[in-house]
């Protein structure tokens, strides 16, 4: 069976994630069939981008969206859409009030939290510190 989940991104404590269609059995970083979005939980609002047309594709194929997916679909009111589609709704018509309302929501800037700083035990930060003292 086909889900729709997150697939971690990022470095060390700073993940973002892709949403994709992966197989059920698969590890949660492992072999996935298509890469339908993303979604960064660091910013404020959180963002996500999503290609809707490949979504509503993948879902009206049977692919179950995981407990994260589904509240991002229903936050960008995805789901809604779908069940629209389903009752009979233009797939062109919905494609538009998406891309509408992708515009309408906030593209932030700034994440939650700061950039780690750059450590001292570093070989090159020290290196660069050296330089620094032999120039002054």
Sequence with gaps: M???????????????????????????DGRFVEVIGHYNPRTEPSVAKLNEERAYYWLGNGAQ??????????????????????????????????????????NPTTTKHNPPKESSSN????????LEKEKS
């Design 123 to 130: 070989k090159k930060s020290k290196e660069k510190a050296r």
């Design 65 to 106: 969206p995981s407990e994260a997916v589904s509240r991002i679909f229903g936050w960008t009111g995805t789901l809604e859409r779908f069940a629209r589609i389903k009752s009979g709704d233009s797939l062109e018509d919905l494609l538009k009030e998406a891309k509408l309302s992708e515009d309408e929501r906030p």
């Design 2 to 28: 086909l889900r729709i989940r997150l697939r971690r991104q990022g470095g060390k404590k700073q993940p973002t994630y892709r949403i994709v269609v992966a197989d059920q059995k698969e590890a949660r």
